[in-house]
C-alpha cells in the first residue's frame, strides 16, 4: 500500500463488489480501491449508477482475476492461483535457461568434420563439413532469439513481485496460468494501473520461460496464442507471445492445431514470420 497511510485505508468505508457470471461478493477498502487509478478513483468517489448503492457489478472479471486485483491492491503483488494440477520441472534461473534448452556451452561437442582423404586437397569443404556449419548456425540463431526473449522484455521490479514461491518452483504453469495473467493484465489496462500490467507481464514472461515447451504440451502455447488473438488484446502481450512462439517454433509445428491456427489467423501469422525472420540475421 504504497503511496497512503494504513489508517486511511483502514477507516474507509469497504465497497461490495459483485464479481462474474454467479456474481460472487467481495469487498475491498473503497481509498484503497481510489488510490490505485484516477478511473478507480471516479468510480468510488462519483458513484456512479453501477456503485450507487456501495455495490459494483463486475460480470465479466472471472473470480480468480478479481482476487489477484484484489491481492494487488493490498499487498502490491499476487500469487498466481493453482488452476491446473500439472506439475512443471523447475526452470534454471541463472543464465536463463529453459527445461529442455541447454546452454550453448553445455551442449555436446558435435563431430569435428574432419576431411575424409579423398577430400583433402579439393578445394571444398566436404558435404558433412557444410552440413555441420548449417547446423551451427540454425542453433546460434536460435539461441540469440531465446536470449533476447529472456532479456529484452524485462520490467523493473523487485523478485518477490514477480515470483512468489511455488512460482520460482515452476508449479502449476499451463494455459490457465498464462490466461490467468493475460486477464490480470487487460483488467489492469482497462482501468489504468501501469504497475500491476508490469507485474502481470513480468509473472507472464517468466511462466514462458520456466515452461517446456514439449510435444504433449503444445496445446498450452497455442491456447494462449488463440486468446491474444481473439478478442483485442494490447500490442505488448501479443509481442510477447508471438516472441516466444518463434522460440519454439520446431516444436510448435508439430502440433496441427498451431498449424491450423496460424493459416487461420493472418495477423498471427505475418508478426510471426517478422520474427522468424529476425533469427536469419
Known amino acids: 500500500m504504497e503511496g497512503i497511510s494504513k489508517k486511511t485505508v483502514a477507516t474507509s468505508p469497504l465497497l461490495r463488489f459483485l464479481v462474474g457470471l454467479e456474481q460472487q461478493e467481495f469487498t475491498i477498502h473503497s481509498a484503497l480501491l481510489a488510490h490505485q487509478s484516477p478511473a478507480l478513483g471516479i468510480l468510488v468517489n462519483d458513484r456512479l449508477k453501477e456503485a450507487a448503492d456501495g455495490t459494483v457489478l463486475w460480470d465479466d472479471v472471472d473470480e480468480h482475476t478479481f482476487t489477484s486485483f484484489w491481492q494487488y491492491a493490498y499487498t502490491g503483488s499476487y500469487e498466481t492461483p493453482r488452476l491446473g494440477s500439472r506439475v512443471v520441472t523447475k526452470a534454471?534461473?541463472?543464465?536463463?535457461?529453459?527445461?529442455?534448452?541447454?546452454?550453448?556451452?553445455?551442449?555436446?561437442?558435435?563431430d569435428s568434420g574432419r576431411q575424409s582423404p579423398e577430400g583433402v586437397g579439393s578445394g571444398a569443404p566436404p558435404t558433412s563439413?557444410?552440413?555441420?556449419?548449417?547446423?551451427?548456425?540454425?542453433?546460434?540463431?536460435?539461441?540469440?532469439?531465446?536470449?533476447?526473449?529472456?532479456?529484452?522484455?524485462?520490467?523493473?521490479?523487485?523478485?518477490?513481485?514477480?515470483?512468489?514461491?511455488?512460482?520460482?518452483?515452476g508449479l502449476d504453469d499451463n494455459a490457465e496460468t498464462f490466461i490467468h495473467h493475460v486477464n490480470v493484465y487487460l483488467l489492469a489496462d482497462r482501468y489504468g494501473i501501469p504497475r500491476l500490467m508490469d507485474v502481470s507481464f513480468s509473472k507472464l514472461h517468466k511462466a514462458l520461460i520456466r515452461y517446456a515447451?514439449?510435444?504433449?504440451?503444445?496445446?498450452?502455447?497455442?491456447?494462449?496464442?488463440?486468446?491474444?488473438?481473439?478478442?483485442?488484446?494490447?500490442?505488448?502481450?501479443?509481442?510477447?507471445?508471438?516472441?516466444?512462439?518463434?522460440?519454439?517454433?520446431?516444436?510448435?509445428?508439430?502440433?496441427?492445431?498451431?498449424?491450423?491456427?496460424?493459416?487461420?489467423?493472418?495477423?498471427?501469422?505475418?508478426?510471426?514470420?517478422?520474427?522468424?525472420?529476425?533469427?536469419?540475421?
Open 213 to 281: 515447451a514439449q510435444e504433449a504440451k503444445l496445446h498450452d502455447i497455442v491456447a494462449l496464442l488463440r486468446y491474444c488473438y481473439g478478442d483485442p488484446v494490447p500490442g505488448r502481450l501479443r509481442d510477447l507471445v508471438v516472441r516466444y512462439a518463434a522460440c519454439e517454433i520446431e516444436q510448435l509445428w508439430k502440433s496441427e492445431d498451431f498449424r491450423n491456427f496460424l493459416e487461420a489467423t493472418g495477423s498471427f501469422s505475418r508478426a510471426l514470420m517478422g520474427s522468424i525472420v529476425s533469427r536469419l540475421d
Open 129 to 169: 563439413v557444410l552440413a555441420l556449419r548449417k547446423k551451427k548456425a540454425r542453433n546460434s540463431n536460435r539461441d540469440a532469439l531465446w536470449t533476447s526473449f529472456c532479456s529484452s522484455w524485462k520490467v523493473d521490479l523487485p523478485a518477490h513481485v514477480i515470483s512468489t514461491p511455488h512460482e520460482h518452483k
Open 92 to 110: 534454471k534461473t541463472n543464465g536463463e535457461t529453459k527445461p529442455g534448452r541447454e546452454p550453448v556451452d553445455a551442449r555436446p561437442v558435435e
